[in-house]
């Protein structure tokens, strides 16, 4: 895995939003849920895994939409209510922990996705690297 600084920080497309990560990213994860290709219009979202007390919005406030997720669990999204920016999401049954969207990073360093999630339902255009690890549902 490949190890980002230790601040990082990022925002929405309009600048409304700002947030910070106040440690390392550890793993992008890449999730190819139907819901995650909504969100992006694309084969899904490209996320960083981080610890609830890492991450904090410095700017703004976030719109949030709740939905039960493909896996059954209740999942909160958080985005830019004036430009649409995914910024991150916040399942229910792990409060210690928020999914970041790595597209929101102002200047992030150099990472790797290092596992697929939801790859059952990844679409035949959007490839995924075989040296990663790959989940056909969601992951524990």
């Known amino acids: 895995m490949t190890t980002s600084q230790t601040t990082l920080s990022g925002s929405c497309l ?7 990560v106040n440690a390392s990213v550890t793993e992008l994860r890449a999730c190819h ?13 490209v996320n960083a895994l981080v610890a609830t007390k890492d991450f904090s919005i410095t700017k703004g406030t976030l ?3 709740t939905k039960t997720a493909d896996s059954g669990r209740m999942l909160h999204r958080y ?10 999401s916040q399942r229910d049954v792990t409060p210690e922990r928020v999914v970041v969207r790595a597209g929101a990073f102002d ?8 596992a697929h999630i939801w790859t059952k339902s990844a679409r035949p255009w959007d490839p ?11 992951p524990d």
Do not use: E, H, N, W
């Open 33 to 45: 849920c139907a819901d995650c290709q909504k969100i992006s219009g694309g084969g899904g979202t």
């Open 14 to 20: 309009c600048g409304a939003i700002q947030y910070t």
């Open 128 to 138: 995924i690297d075989p040296a990663a690890t790959q989940v056909a549902g969601s």
């Open 107 to 114: 200047a992030p360093p150099l990472m790797k996705i290092t």
């Open 63 to 65: 719109k949030r939409y």
């Open 79 to 88: 985005f830019c209510g004036d430009c649409g920016s995914a910024i991150y």
